[in-house]
């Protein structure tokens, strides 16, 4: 296969001016001073796209890889459609055990508080489930879990969730989708996690959360029996 190395070599390019983490864009560098052509293309021929709630991807470096870059960039398209539904958006971050899952979380956090926005963050991994319950809980207009439910270990993703704790369903989906699959690095604003906690926009999720959320559980168990 014939590669169009001029093109790829110029999105490996941009790629590698966006992209903060420099264990992502040490595998673009390489690559790209080796001239592998065919490894560039499998991670710059497309770019994950908003869809099913979320993005989920092989984590690496390039538009089509999970990485901070590309949770920015969707992260971003959230926040757009947040600040046009509610004057006073706030969304709680959850994560899992997968590898990058807590970089990721701040990430995205660290750009919704740059949009204003206001972001509970879990301070540890935690049960998918539970950021759903947190949702609802802290009464937020929407959340993030940070996780690529049962892909192979190699794969991570970003889950959103509207205000009654499920999956973002239509015509928010489609929203967020348009806004994110748009988004331009330019566009994407972030800010330190000093300044965004010193602003009292990003704030760790009270222990009572996890307190109610394992009283309910507990609750659920008894009553089945």
């Known amino acids: 296969m014939r590669y169009n190395e001029k093109d790829l070599k110029q999105k490996a390019t941009l ?8 264990r992502f864009k040490a595998e673009v560098q390489e690559e790209l001073e080796g001239g592998q052509w065919g490894e560039l293309y499998e991670r710059f021929y497309t770019t994950l796209s908003f869809g099913t ?3 989920r991807g092989l984590l690496g470096g390039g538009t089509n890889r999970m990485n901070p870059f590309m949770v920015r960039k969707v992260t971003q398209g959230l926040a757009e459609y947040l600040k046009s539904q ?4 706030s969304v709680v971050i959850g994560y899992d055990s997968r590898h990058y899952s807590d970089i990721f979380a701040k990430e995205a956090a660290l750009v ?3 949009n204003g926005i206001s972001v509970y963050l879990f301070p540890e991994l935690r049960p998918v489930p539970m950021i759903s319950y947190a949702v609802r809980c802290l009464k937020t207009t929407a959340g993030i879990a940070i ?4 892909n192979p270990a190699a794969y991570n993703g ?3 969730y509207w205000r009654d704790g499920a999956q973002v369903t239509p015509p928010h989906d489609f929203q967020i989708a348009d806004r994110a699959n748009a988004g331009q690095p330019k566009q994407i604003r972030t800010m330190s996690e000093e300044k965004a906690r010193s602003n009292g926009l990003l704030i760790r999720v009270p222990d ?3 307190e109610s959320y394992y009283s ?5 168990l008894r009553s089945a029996d």
Do not use: N
């Open 86 to 89: 509610s004057e006073h958006p």
């Open 208 to 210: 009572k959360v996890d």
């Open 53 to 55: 709630a979320g993005i």
């Open 147 to 150: 996780t690529a439910s049962h």
């Open 158 to 160: 970003f889950k959103a």
């Open 112 to 114: 919704l508080a740059a």
């Open 15 to 22: 790629y590698l001016e966006v992209e903060s983490d420099e």
């Open 216 to 220: 309910e559980v507990v609750q659920s």
